[in-house]
């Protein structure tokens, strides 16, 4: 009986050793086999999303976008990609509406200029309106330029083109490579 006792003491402490040994040989992870996001992979994303532009607590821009892709490209600085129907809302230095632009997608860089791409319309609150598919809006500047095909109208002319920079507000804006289709009174005719 005795026997049968020690057997089954030492199989217990043989099964205890094995389960310590076991234990202590697990490591925690190396940081090699921790997850490791590619360049190519957002890092956040964002639904219905509104995004301010502000300097010295004046409004400058709003951006409205029913889809946001945030991406790391090395640094601090995320890259952040817009798609959906985006909607872009630009304010003077009074915090007053100017202009509006609408894209089918966009970028916004770690610089703050952004991107606007496929059916690009853009309208002043007097009635200018912009069309192309792509442009870009530069932060240090504030200009607005594109280098495809661009149809500018006024309610007295429409311009027609390939190439075009502008203020942000569309009021200062030239067309290179144009074309234009003017009214013409019929005081002017006669």
Request: aromatic share 10%; proline share 3%; glycine share 4%.
């Amino acid at each position: 009986m005795l026997r049968r006792f020690e057997l089954g003491l030492i199989a217990t402490l043989v099964f205890l050793a094995v389960w310590v040994s076991a234990c202590r040989t697990k490591t925690a992870p190396t940081r090699q086999s921790l997850l490791v996001i590619h360049k190519d992979f957002p890092v956040q994303e964002t639904w219905d999303a509104r995004i301010t532009f502000t300097d010295s607590g004046r409004m400058k821009a709003t951006i409205y976008a029913p889809h946001v892709s945030q991406y790391a490209r090395g640094g601090p600085s995320t890259e952040k990609h817009l798609d959906g129907r985006i909607e872009v809302h630009f304010y003077n230095s009074a915090g007053q509406h100017t202009s509006s632009l609408n894209a089918m997608r966009g970028i916004i860089y770690p610089n703050n200029d952004i991107e606007v791409f496929d059916r690009v319309v853009m309208v002043t609150d007097d009635c200018t309106t912009v069309r192309t598919e792509y442009a870009k809006w530069t932060s240090h500047d504030q200009k607005i330029r594109s280098d495809k095909f661009v149809t500018i109208r006024r309610p007295t002319e429409t311009l027609s083109g390939y190439g075009f920079e502008s203020d942000q507000h569309l009021k200062n804006y030239r067309i290179f490579k144009a074309t234009a289709v003017m009214k013409v009174s019929q005081e002017l005719e006669e």
